[in-house]
């Protein structure tokens, strides 16, 4: 059988994929484009989900795309990655053959499938009869359609027997995740982008939307109610210096700022009573702040107490629009719920959610990340459900077919358990699916000592080159964005899919042609004979969501998704529009998703920084996105000749004149930056940006995680990337 799906290769390339009757898998049909014609795709970076118009030659190939100029999204625009989306495609570190490791010589020797697929399967059944179902785990990503991702996490779960897998989501949105779920009841960011335009008064809490999400920034500007933008962050950024109010807050002083605010509000009575019915725990909040003065917070956040009361009337007028927002400057923090929570806590008492520029919203970072969270079978069981609820586990096992008991209900260990497993010698193998952790990881430099300890590890990318694929034993060359079907979530619930306008390269398959051969190999494929493509997967999915907060079932298919401009969950069959509505908020009726239809006011004692300062390291390094023109490892906007002219080639160190005076650094110099874990080289860039006694390294350069403190948040396990002690060394 293997042999006879590995010879149903693809044809020229399409706007549609049919599958050809009897294949399992590999037998997509496209159907010829015509000459000089269009389609259009979600772009594959960030969660901002832009749609772009894409421009096919005769062959159905792109050769160029613009921005859509009427998607509710984007508006037409497009920012530096979009522009040059399709650049990585043709990457001359594309893989193209599947590499299997010579343990005689230690080198990559190129495989056919046959043998790869093989091999996966007889080294991990191997593991698993020698040592069970917790000795291996997948790392997945936010960066493939919910589509595959339901498909590997059910494959390796239900199919294949084993229990543990996490996607890199756990390090962008985990703690949104648990926050909403806690607050609300259920994974539910309550926005539409539409907010941005709609607000009077906009609060942008660790979130540098100039340059992390530039077409987010430019629906600010959009705004024509001149809101207040009020920026809160450390550092004067891009987005900082545009606000109207800058607060430089200590970092990782947000907490304590949240609460004196919270304090102020309820002090002058600057609450809606009729909002605060639709809470539980309100009088114990009430209490809790209630000494939490802006004088004692003055100290724990670097501000002044007459500022945080100037900054508590603003956020409260009464009749004024207010919204607030974050991203990875809130998610990645040993108290990012919490954190999250004291804005959701800030939003219900003042009525600040379910209206127009309003609301709690979290700013998702990959482009599937919500698709991540709602679909990937890790954190929860596939279709945003419960594995520990008995009755989801019967839906899913009557909707996909799956026999009940081979759907567990155990939970899986979060990301930084499942690598601590592996350094223990517990975990023997790890699948690594469209993720780069051996550079992107908290404290990197630990994996390399991990990799000694596991007897295999797979990893599944579209280049060979990247620093988990060049460790591995076994390489699987997999297409990427612009070579596949599928849908993406947006940060907003927004689904709309992808298109393949390029073939891959080589031997390359997606991702889920590749999990049907090893279901097949596996001896499970029986149980996935539905999924014949990923549209087929789509509907299967589509009506596991019944009666779920996330319930879509009345999408029909991506064609549907195409007319409506993308469609925002929920959408319910029971009443689905034909023409649904371009934006839509949760939460309008004050309704929300715990039994009692209460949201929840949680909170806890702030706590101090996992690694602060000494004598000996006495700067606070920061971390987070560089350029608008960089993402994540690089390892697709490095293969862009155009973006890698927008941001600097080697690492540099944004470090505040004063304290580079008082060391002797000049400016451009070379120095070593070093913290506990280890050390890097990075050229001085004498910022007054960054305040005295603090530095600031761009994420995507390989060296910096080498520094970053493997702490976490005790709730979401996501790691604290943005604050450790660290020092400079001429």
Request: hydrophobic share 35%; with cysteine; glycine share 8%.
């Amino acid at each position: 059988m293997i042999e006879t799906l590995l010879k149903q290769s693809s044809g020229p390339l399409t706007r549609e994929l049919v599958q050809s009757p009897g294949s399992f898998g590999l037998g997509n049909v496209p159907t010829r484009l015509t000459p000089s014609s269009t389609t259009t795709s979600i772009c594959g970076y960030c969660a901002t989900g832009c749609q772009l118009k894409l421009h096919l030659d005769e062959e159905g190939n792109a050769i160029n795309l613009s921005p859509q100029a009427n998607y509710p999204v984007n508006l037409g625009m497009a920012c530096p990655k979009g522009w040059q989306a399709l650049d990585p495609l043709t990457a001359t570190d594309r893989g193209t053959v599947p590499l299997l490791r010579d343990p005689a010589t230690g080198r990559r020797q190129p495989v056919d499938w046959n043998t790869a697929i093989a091999t996966f399967t007889d080294r991990l059944k191997g593991i698993q009869q020698t040592h069970g179902r917790d000795a291996a785990a997948f790392l997945s990503t936010g960066q493939i359609p919910f589509e595959e991702m339901a498909f590997l996490g059910l494959l390796w779960k239900s199919g294949m027997g084993f229990l543990h897998g996490d996607a890199n989501t756990r390090q962008c949105m985990a703690t949104a995740v648990t926050a909403y779920k806690q607050s609300f009841g259920f994974d539910a960011p309550p926005y539409t982008y539409a907010d941005f335009e709609e607000s009077d008064v906009i609060i942008l809490s660790g979130a540098n939307l100039a340059i992390a999400h530039p077409i987010l920034w430019q629906r600010i500007m959009r705004n024509k109610r001149s809101p207040e933008i009020i920026v809160i962050d450390p550092r004067a950024t891009e987005t900082a210096q545009a606000a109207t109010v800058h607060l430089p807050i200590k970092p990782k002083g947000d907490l304590a700022l949240y609460y004196a605010l919270a304090h102020c509000i309820i002090r002058d009575g600057r609450i809606d009573y009729d909002a605060i019915k639709n809470t539980e725990g309100f009088d114990d909040f009430a209490a809790f702040v209630q000494h939490r003065t802006p004088e004692q917070a003055a100290h724990q956040t670097g501000l002044e107490a007459a500022t945080i009361e100037k900054v508590a009337r603003l956020v409260s007028e009464p009749g004024k629009r207010v919204s607030w927002w974050w991203t990875m400057g809130i998610n990645q923090s040993y108290e990012g719920v919490r954190a999250a929570q004291a804005m959701i806590n800030l939003a219900l008492i003042t009525g600040n959610i379910g209206k127009p520029g309003t609301g709690a919203n979290s700013i998702t970072g990959q482009c599937n990340a919500m698709g991540s969270r709602l679909f990937s079978n890790t954190t929860s069981l596939v279709g945003g459900h419960d594995f520990a609820n008995e009755d989801h586990r019967n839906k899913v096992s009557v909707g996909l077919g799956i026999p009940i008991e081979q759907i567990t209900s155990d939970p899986s260990l979060a990301y930084d358990e499942i690598l601590r497993a592996a350094e223990d010698g517990k975990i023997k193998a790890l699948w690594v699916v469209a993720t780069n952790p051996f550079h992107s990881w908290i404290n990197s430099g630990r994996l390399s000592a991990l990799r000694e300890k596991l007897d295999f590890l797979v990893v599944q990318d579209m280049y060979h080159s990247t620093e988990s694929a060049e460790i591995a034993d076994l390489y699987l060359p997999a297409a990427g964005w612009g070579e596949k079907t599928g849908c993406l979530i947006n940060s907003e619930r927004r689904l709309a899919p992808i298109r393949p306008v390029r073939k891959a390269p080589g031997q390359a398959l997606t991702d889920f042609r590749i999990f049907r051969l090893l279901a097949q190999s596996w001896g499970c494929g029986g149980m996935f004979q539905q999924w014949t493509d990923p549209e087929a997967a789509f509907k299967l999915l589509r009506d596991l969501t019944q009666g779920r907060p996330c319930d879509i079932t009345g999408i029909r298919d991506y064609d549907h998704l195409d007319e409506s401009g993308g469609i925002q969950w929920p959408y319910p069959e029971s009443d689905a529009d034909p023409h649904p509505s371009a934006e839509r908020r949760l939460f309008e009726s004050g309704q929300f998703y715990h039994p009692d239809g209460k949201a929840r006011l949680l909170f806890s004692a702030p706590a101090p920084l996992p690694e602060p300062t000494d004598d000996e390291f006495s700067f606070t390094l920061l971390t987070g996105r560089g350029t608008s023109s960089q993402w994540h490892t690089q390892t697709r906007t490095g293969k862009s000749d155009i973006l890698r002219k927008l941001y600097p080639a080697q690492a540099y160190v944004e470090i505040h004149p004063r304290d580079a005076r008082r060391l002797g650094i000049l400016n451009n110099q070379v120095i070593t930056v070093r913290s506990r874990r280890g050390s890097m080289k990075a050229s001085a860039y004498l910022a007054p940006t960054v305040q005295p006694g603090q530095l600031f390294l761009p994420m995507h350069y390989p060296e910096v995680n080498r520094l970053t403190h493997p702490s976490f948040d005790k709730h979401s396990r996501q790691p604290n990337y943005k604050a450790c002690a660290a020092r400079l060394e001429v």
